[in-house]
């Protein structure tokens, strides 16, 4: 019930997670991601453990192949799940368990892997890794882009209701967490997408005021700093 893209900026040492869903906050229980060390997307019939599990795998030393398939082992139900992973160096892993639901399949690319379950045909994870790669910009404009490019490419197979992005940089809190929990009659990656567009060109300052609030710019709002 879930397309996802997770990936790595070669630039700038940055880690993402994109992913929309017809169940209900799906960035919430599915995305995972840790500044210097890797991310995950922890799908299908969900067990949000494999998230951290995979990032202390990953933190220790372990390939995202070593810590994909270590989750694997260590969960007792591997069939129902799907993880996917990206480490420090770029390699990804997945894992897709023999009871996904409906059409599900993977795809991977430099610094990123896609994969679904409950997907209208089998070319949406190919289509967000091609979005991913062609596409200019940073960590989150390009997968917003790739978001896009599973609904455009026909997304899931019912319609999806929630959508997340998760960016890590260099501090041990999110650089972004953008999510849209729950809607009726409208895209959530539009939502989502919408949500970037206003939230990027103030990241960084979000970013300063956490670090040196006497350097950080005020937005000029009743109370600001």
Same mark, same amino acid.
């Given at each position: 019930? /879930? ?19 017809? =169940? ?7 995305a ?9 997307? /922890? ?9 951290a599990?995979?990032?202390?795998k ?13 989750a ?6 591997p !069939? ?6 990206? !480490?420090a ?15 599900w399949? =993977? ?26 790669e ?6 989150? !404009? ?17 319609p ?12 041990? &809190? ?7 929990? &729950? ?12 949500? &970037? ?7 960084? !300052?979000?970013? /300063? ?17």
């Amino acid at each position: 019930m /879930t397309f996802s893209i997770v990936a790595r900026c070669a630039k700038t040492g940055q880690f993402g997670v994109a992913i929309s869903s017809s =169940s209900p906050a799906v960035a919430a229980r599915c995305a995972w991601a840790k500044a210097g060390v890797g991310a995950v997307s /922890t799908q299908n019939v969900t067990n949000p453990a494999l998230g951290a599990f995979v990032l202390e795998k990953l933190q220790s030393g372990a390939t995202a192949a070593e810590a994909v398939d270590a989750a694997r082992r260590h969960d007792a139900y591997p !069939d129902y799940r799907q993880v996917l992973a990206v !480490d420090a160096k770029g390699e990804t892993s997945i894992h897709s368990g023999t009871r996904a639901l409906g059409i599900w399949t =993977s795809a991977t690319g430099k610094d990123c892997v896609a994969g679904g379950n409950l997907l209208a045909n089998d070319g949406i994870p190919s289509a967000m890794i091609a979005a991913f790669e062609s596409s200019d910009g940073s960590l989150g !404009d390009r997968l917003i882009v790739a978001l896009k490019a599973a609904v455009e490419a026909g997304g899931e197979a019912g319609p999806v209701h929630s959508a997340g992005l998760l960016i890590v940089d260099r501090q041990s &809190w999110p650089y972004a967490e953008l999510r849209i929990d &729950w809607v009726d009659d409208t895209c959530p990656v539009a939502a989502v997408s919408r949500a &970037w567009e206003i939230y990027q060109p103030e990241a960084d !300052d979000y970013i /300063t005021r956490a670090l040196d609030p006497q350097s950080a710019p005020s937005y000029g709002v009743p109370g600001d700093a």
